[in-house]
Every structure is written in structure tokens, then in C-alpha cells.
């Protein structure tokens, strides 16, 4: 799993409470990404980061937002969640910036919004 | 519009048969192309990627695509499939976006059942 771990690993949560979900990496890569993953829709890019306090948006950020503090760490919150973001999330890194470098995905968290 | 297309959500070989699970692309500019498995309750897995060259790529597991040019595609081949590739596929392709950045597009997935 490159060296990536995310937490928890499964949670269940009620409509309107804040949810963060947390994304760490050992190897000091520079790229982390978040999508989402959902039957018929496959992965979908909800935000992604290029360095410290450096991220933008990707496909589907609306009701989410990421901060990135220090290297190894990634985190998404859902500020309010809505049952919409019943999914599982994962995290993902690339070791170079660039569309021809491959991303290595974390073992996901799968977030049950009642 | 850029797009991935994994014309089937299932294949099913038997043991020891040679699979194909397909994928068709449009995207602008050259295409940067990729493989990812996904077993069960884990993460996506890298499997191969063309990037330029040799149309016939090989990656992980016994696998190898072919990138075809004039069809758009890039076709994920195992010559003798076993029961543990049983999983997931995802093709995704590296297009060109507003400001010549480049985001992954993903297909679908295709589920392969291999059965003994």
C-alpha cells in the first residue's frame, strides 16, 4: 500500500455532524489525492494537494474541504454530512507530478452517513 | 468531452483461458494509459501503464495491454488466467485539462470472475 494508511477505517455517522477523515503517508511524497468511490461512478477526484498548504479542487469538492498541515498528512472534512457522501473514500499518492506518474491508493474508508 | 470507456461490467474465463477486459478512450493530445486492480475491500493496485513506445505493455501479475492507436484502446490481456485474478479492473487515462494540466479520467471498472 506504498505506505499509506488511513483512518478510521470504517465510520458511522449522523446527517449534519462534521466527519475528518485522515490520510498519512511515510515516504514524504510530494502529491496526495482524495476520491470517492461509488457504484456506477467509479472514482471521482474530490480534492488533491502538490505541497504543504498547497490544494485545489477536483470534480465533485462541494461539501468537502482538505487541509494539509505537514507532508505525511492529508485530511478530508465533510462539514456537514449529508447522506450524499454515504461512499468510500480513498487516499491516494504520486511520486511525481505529471500525467504519466501512476498513484498508489491507501486501503480506504468506507463513511455510512444515517 | 474526454472520457474512459469499459464497454463491459463483467467478464467471466474459465481457469487457465485467456482474458481480455477492454477499455476505449477519447482524450486530446497523446494519452498517458493505465491499469489498476481492485480485490476485494482494498485499495486500487497499479498494474501497467503506456506512456510511449512499444504498443505491447507489460506489468504485474502475468499481465500486458495493448495500446491501439487507431482504435483508441487499450486492452488488458492475461494469457492464462488464474482464480485469484478475480477482481476489479479499472482503466483510467491521463488527459489534458485547461491549463495543459493533466487529471486522471476513470473508467467504470469491469468485474472479472475467473472460474475454476
Avoid at chain 1, 515516504?27 to 505541497?51: A, F, K, T, V
Wanted: aromatic share 12%; net charge neutral.
Amino acid at each position: 500500500d506504498a505506505g499509506i494508511t488511513q483512518s478510521p477505517r470504517h465510520k458511522v455517522t449522523e446527517t449534519g455532524t462534521p466527519v475528518t477523515l485522515r490520510c498519512h503517508q511515510t515516504e514524504n511524497h510530494r502529491y496526495m489525492y482524495w476520491y470517492r468511490q461509488d457504484p456506477g461512478h467509479g472514482l471521482r477526484l474530490i480534492h488533491y494537494s502538490y505541497g504543504v498548504k498547497d490544494t485545489d479542487k477536483g470534480e465533485v469538492s462541494d461539501g468537502y474541504s482538505v487541509s494539509r498541515s505537514k507532508t505525511e498528512d492529508f485530511l478530508l472534512t465533510l462539514e456537514s454530512a449529508t447522506s450524499s457522501q454515504t461512499s468510500v473514500y480513498f487516499c491516494a499518492i504520486s511520486t511525481r507530478q505529471g500525467g504519466e506518474y501512476e498513484q498508489y491508493f491507501g486501503p480506504g474508508t468506507r463513511l455510512t452517513v444515517t | 468531452a474526454q472520457s474512459v470507456a469499459q464497454p463491459e461490467d463483467q467478464v467471466n474465463v474459465a481457469e487457465g483461458n485467456p482474458l481480455t477486459v477492454k477499455c476505449t478512450y477519447s482524450v486530446s493530445g497523446n494519452p498517458y494509459l493505465f491499469w489498476y486492480v481492485q480485490y476485494p475491500n482494498r485499495g486500487l493496485q497499479f498494474l501497467l501503464k503506456y506512456i510511449t513506445g512499444d504498443n505491447l505493455v507489460k506489468g504485474s501479475y502475468g499481465f500486458e495491454a495493448e495500446f491501439n492507436k487507431s482504435q483508441t484502446s487499450f486492452h488488458l490481456k492475461k494469457p492464462s488466467a488464474l482464480v485469484s485474478d478475480s477482481a476489479l479492473y479499472f482503466c483510467a487515462v491521463s488527459g489534458v485539462n485547461a491549463g495543459n494540466n493533466r487529471k486522471l479520467i476513470w473508467g467504470l471498472g469491469t468485474s472479472l470472475a475467473v472460474n475454476p
